[in-house]
């Protein structure tokens, strides 16, 4: 059974960093894809930055310059370099990840950005 657990959430000032990690296990079947999610209260879930399996990446604008997602094959795990935080930036993450078929989603990190 696949799980996909994220991790690395917490408060920080504006202007601050922040580290994602989302450790899949599970499968021995290649991630097509990576992708973080995010969601403030009362919007809609919107895709923030995904990454293939080759290693090409894109990014949501308003994130462009700031943050950076990487992966690590071997471990399983993508992660989501947040840098230069800002408050509209507060929201629950979520990792998805596409395993043939399947479409796997964690349980959310929550990230706080105060002013």
């Known amino acids: 059974q696949v799980q996909v657990v994220e991790s690395g959430g917490g408060l920080v000032q504006a202007g601050g960093s922040l580290r994602l990690s989302c450790a899949v296990s599970g499968t021995r079947i290649s991630i097509n894809v990576m992708r973080w999610y995010r969601q403030a209260p009362g919007s809609q879930r919107e895709l923030v930055a995904a990454i293939i399996s080759g290693g090409n990446t894109s990014y949501t604008d308003s994130v462009k310059g700031r943050f950076t997602i990487s992966r690590d094959n071997v471990k399983n795990t993508v992660y989501l370099q947040m840098n230069n935080l800002r408050p509209d930036d507060t929201a629950v993450y979520y990792c998805?990840?596409?395993?043939?078929?399947?479409?796997?989603w964690g349980q959310g990190t929550q990230v706080t950005v105060s002013s």
């Open positions: 998805n990840v596409r395993i043939l078929l399947g479409s796997y």
